[in-house]
């Protein structure tokens, strides 16, 4: 298993980018958020990658990160969600929305990602449901996504719009408990 590629990057041809490590070329499928973040051609790059093994071909799949590189793990083990549409995903959404998506089971975030449906959409939250948004604090230090989205579904319930509550929540530190950051968004609302 091929897990991590340290070596310089040759070109950039979307999704698909060619890092030379000492004179072999490797192919890398990368989601856009790694391309992004990928240097000028001729910089030594290294990336955390994931070898994806078919009767027909042998994948290498490249990530900026350990999480991105868990969630796209993660994605490709539901049944009919193939590389392509995982690297799609985390092309169109962070690991982040993904988790928060999952936790409120909200569809709609999961169907303005190209080519993922309200079927496709509502698969995925059934199959992530237990398995994605739970371990996100483990992935990502530090990070409060289950705190941001009890606060951002209590302030739903307060009868605020999703997008009122959306900005509300994003106002509200990442340490804050989730009382804490309902008082908090609750003032910042009511400024507004």
């Known amino acids: 298993m091929i897990g991590r590629i340290k070596g310089t990057l040759i070109q950039?041809?979307?999704?698909?980018?060619?890092?030379?490590?000492q004179g072999?070329?490797?192919?890398i499928d990368v989601p856009m958020s790694t391309l992004y973040q990928l240097p000028d051609?001729?910089?030594?790059?290294?990336?955390?990658?994931?070898?994806?093994?078919?009767?027909?071909?042998h994948q290498l799949f490249g990530f900026a990160s350990e999480?991105?590189?868990?969630?796209?793990?993660?994605?490709?083990k539901i049944s009919g969600v193939g590389a392509r549409t995982a690297l799609s995903i985390?092309?169109?959404?962070?690991?982040?929305?993904?988790?928060?998506?999952?936790?409120?089971?909200d569809a709609s975030r999961l169907m303005t990602v190209?080519?993922?449906?309200?079927?496709?959409a509502e698969r995925?939250?059934?199959?992530?449901?237990?398995?994605?948004?739970a371990d996100l604090p483990q992935l990502v230090p530090g990070a409060k996504v289950l705190a941001s989205s009890e606060i951002l579904q209590a302030l739903m319930a307060l009868g605020y719009s999703d997008?009122?509550?959306?900005?509300?929540?994003?106002?509200?530190?990442?340490?804050?408990?989730?009382?804490?950051?309902?008082?908090?968004?609750?003032?910042?609302?009511?400024?507004?």
């Open 163 to 192: 997008k009122e509550a959306a900005l509300a929540t994003k106002q509200v530190p990442a340490d804050a408990t989730v009382s804490d950051g309902i008082r908090m968004a609750l003032k910042t609302l009511s400024k507004a």
């Open 124 to 133: 995925l939250l059934l199959e992530l449901k237990g398995k994605f948004g």
């Open 114 to 120: 190209p080519g993922i449906g309200k079927k496709t």
């Open 67 to 76: 999480y991105e590189r868990e969630a796209f793990k993660t994605l490709i």
């Open 12 to 21: 950039k041809s979307p999704p698909r980018i060619l890092v030379d490590c």
């Open 24 to 27: 072999v070329g490797y192919e």
């Open 41 to 57: 051609n001729g910089t030594i790059v290294t990336l955390l990658t994931h070898l994806l093994v078919r009767e027909d071909a």
């Open 90 to 105: 985390l092309s169109g959404m962070s690991v982040q929305d993904i988790a928060q998506a999952v936790t409120l089971q």
